[in-house]
């Protein structure tokens, strides 16, 4: 019976064993790249009484402001730079056991900074104050001028960690192009507010009565400039995304060399940011970033 069973366990326990050594890893690491670029997003939506929640210290957010204009409180939007680094990875298939041709798994730290949000009050007052005339007959009108301006502004650093699955067409040639979908996480490690209040007064030279024609020509002077300003810093927070990438990468070469495994690529995303704030709760607002850098692969593609 022995002599039987043996070479039957031995029949069986050896293409086991040997397609258990020939498993690949379910993740190889394929490249290496580096970029940056900028992210532009709408301005967050707030208001002054939740910017006096963000800095209730602020002297200048007191200001009365009812006699000052000012643009829509929602903004238009900030452009803000973006720094980041990460590894490709190849991942086997659960159909065949090989790794995928065409999709990739993207990990990435992300160091971004700017403007959460900036927003610009002003007034402007002008009294006419005297007219010359000289003895060539050309008239000179001299107005007083007064220009007040409050600005805030929201501002951080953050570091993120964005994954993301991305599908290739054939990478081996010279120009490919991809698509995916993302996921973002940032932690927000350096967040103040700033405010300036800042007070022009001076004196305009006209030589056209723009109370008359609706224009002038001249030149302004200041006299005085008092400018006071407030950095605060605010409580950080953490921010999460959902984003798609499209993007268009460039071989250096289709040979086997060096210059095969480098590639430049640009990258386009755009998606929808959510940020948690103490005492605001989430706020969420649309976002698009847009870069460039370079990948190096650690094999020669074909």
């Given at each position: 019976m022995k002599k039987f069973l043996v070479p039957l366990l031995l029949a069986i326990s050896v293409p086991v064993l040997a397609q258990d050594s020939t498993r690949v890893p379910f993740f190889k690491p394929e490249a290496i790249g580096f970029y940056s670029g900028i992210t532009a997003f709408r301005d967050v939506p707030v208001t002054i009484s939740d910017l006096q929640k963000i800095a209730p210290s602020s002297a200048l957010l007191g200001a009365d402001l009812d006699s000052f204009k000012t643009n829509t409180f929602t903004g238009s939007g900030n452009v803000n730079s973006v720094f980041g680094m990460g590894v490709d990875f190849r991942y086997r298939m659960r159909s065949n056991g090989q790794y995928a041709g065409f999709s990739r798994i993207r990990a990435s730290i992300m160091y971004t900074n700017g403007q959460t949000a900036y927003r610009e009050f002003y007034r402007n007052s002008t009294v006419r104050t005297d007219t010359v005339r000289l003895s060539n007959g050309q008239q000179f009108y001299v107005d007083s001028i007064h220009n007040e301006y409050y600005t805030y502004s929201w501002n951080y650093q953050a570091l993120g960690i964005d994954l993301?699955?991305?599908?290739?067409?054939?990478?081996?040639?010279?120009?490919?192009?991809?698509?995916?979908?993302?996921?973002?996480?940032?932690?927000?490690?350096?967040?103040?507010?700033?405010?300036?209040?800042?007070?022009?007064?001076?004196?305009?030279?006209?030589?056209?009565?723009?109370?008359?024609?609706?224009?002038?020509?001249?030149?302004?002077?200041?006299?005085?400039?008092?400018?006071?300003?407030?950095?605060?810093?605010?409580?950080?927070?953490?921010?999460?995304?959902?984003?798609?990438?499209?993007?268009?990468?460039?071989?250096?070469?289709?040979?086997?060399?060096?210059?095969?495994?480098?590639?430049?690529?640009?990258?386009?995303?755009?998606?929808?940011?959510?940020?948690?704030?103490?005492?605001?709760?989430?706020?969420?607002?649309?976002?698009?970033?847009?870069?460039?850098?370079?990948?190096?692969c650690f094999e020669n593609t074909q």
């Open positions: 993301n699955q991305v599908f290739h067409t054939k990478d081996a040639r010279i120009f490919s192009a991809y698509t995916g979908y993302g996921i973002h996480f940032g932690l927000i490690i350096g967040s103040y507010f700033s405010a300036t209040h800042e007070l022009q007064t001076g004196s305009q030279f006209l030589t056209t009565d723009s109370t008359a024609t609706g224009s002038s020509m001249g030149y302004f002077t200041t006299n005085t400039r008092q400018d006071e300003t407030e950095n605060i810093a605010t409580k950080n927070y953490y921010t999460f995304s959902f984003y798609v990438p499209v993007g268009f990468q460039v071989r250096f070469s289709k040979k086997k060399n060096f210059a095969n495994k480098l590639c430049f690529f640009i990258e386009g995303r755009g998606g929808v940011n959510m940020m948690k704030v103490p005492g605001l709760g989430t706020r969420t607002s649309p976002f698009g970033i847009y870069m460039g850098g370079f990948r190096f």
